[in-house]
């Protein structure tokens, strides 16, 4: 039956976000009480994503390193900044709004990148890696980013910030590696299917609960809202176009190819959300809650896409294995 559920909520990933924002903004501040429970929730969620992660598989995209450290230039260097610049030319008069689309942007890539990257046959090595290693690296990259970027211009709690990413993300992730070494892999098989559906739905209620946070700007419908969700739209995509633009730079495989592309693109925007309601005013999360309505709208749409140009161009996806 877990099977069942967990493949009828992959199929409708493109619709659990929006469809749980609504729910958020429905629901209003009966649900925003529970923003206590968020980290906790979310930390669950990292634990769930991180038993599949081994330390080997990490040693061995270790030997080729490039492609990860492409990925987290991306990430945190070219998007960030790329997100800042749109900030100042469309918000100049509005640091609530910088901050957010900056956040949005420096946060690590999303744990379910790893779901479209196994879909499309791309290097889930390369993938369980980039992951690992950003999941370490957000107590200190994401704070860092953002104090160094916009650190002048907002009230900015960096360590308070630090200590929460360690928590919700770093240990839950160790706590799953090392479990997944201590089995020798055998706990993927066995729980992966029984808490990936409950990680999805855990997913649904954190983007539930902080949509009710913010429910009164998402309620405000106007040009102003629209043109900041196509603004989002456009960013996120960069991200996508910036992943395959390196692969084609380089020549990199289809299967690598396919890695930098979906974790260019998403973020672990839930984290994003988190925070953004923890530690920033509520218009701060305005732009990381429009990021997730998006998030695996664009996923679906860039595995469409890529899709289609393997079977009409890519000679290498045929041949492509995974290393």
């Known amino acids: 039956m877990l099977h069942i ?12 976000t929006p469809a749980s924002i609504l729910i958020g903004i429905i629901c209003g501040s009966r649900l925003a009480s529970f923003t206590y429970l968020s980290p906790w929730l979310f930390a669950f969620m990292t634990f769930a994503g991180s038993i599949s992660l081994g330390f080997k598989d ?88 953002l104090s160094l970027l916009i650190g002048a211009d907002v ?59 913010v429910a009164p700007y998402l309620m405000d ?16 995509s960069i991200g996508y176009l910036l992943g395959y633009g390196f692969c084609r730079l380089m020549g990199w495989n289809y299967a690598d190819k396919v890695a930098l592309i979906f974790n260019g693109g998403m973020r672990n925007i839930s984290a994003g959300a988190v925070l953004a309601v923890t530690y920033f005013p509520a218009p701060v ?4 809650v429009l990021g997730m309505v998006f998030q695996q709208m664009l996923a679906s749409l860039a595995g469409f896409l890529l899709g289609k140009y393997n079977r009409t161009q890519d000679p290498q996806a045929n041949t492509a294995s995974v290393s």
Not at 5 to 14: A, E, F, K, Y
Not at 285 to 288: H, I, S
């Open 5 to 16: 559920i967990n493949r009828w909520l992959n199929r409708m990933m493109p619709l659990i």
């Open 58 to 145: 990490f040693m061995n995209v270790l030997k080729r390193p490039l492609p990860l450290i492409v990925c987290l230039f991306i990430l945190h260097l070219a998007m960030p900044m790329i997100a800042l610049g749109f900030g100042y030319a469309f918000y100049s008069g509005d640091i609530h709004m910088i901050t957010g689309l900056v956040l949005a942007a420096s946060i690590p890539t999303g744990v379910t990148s790893f779901v479209w990257v196994s879909i499309y046959k791309g290097n889930i090595a390369l993938t369980l890696s980039i992951i690992l290693i950003d999941t370490l690296l957000a107590p200190f990259i994401v704070p860092g980013v």
């Open 155 to 213: 009230q900015l709690d960096a360590a308070a910030m630090m200590i929460s990413l360690f928590w919700m993300i770093v240990v839950p992730s160790l706590i799953g590696m090392i479990l997944n070494e201590w089995t020798k892999g055998a706990i993927a098989p066995v729980w992966g299917p029984r808490l990936n559906p409950v990680s999805k739905l855990t997913m649904a209620t954190i983007v539930a609960i902080n949509g009710s946070v």
């Open 221 to 236: 419908i106007s040009l102003r809202l629209a043109g900041l969700a196509v603004i989002i739209v456009i960013i996120a």
């Open 285 to 288: 999360a305005v732009p990381v």
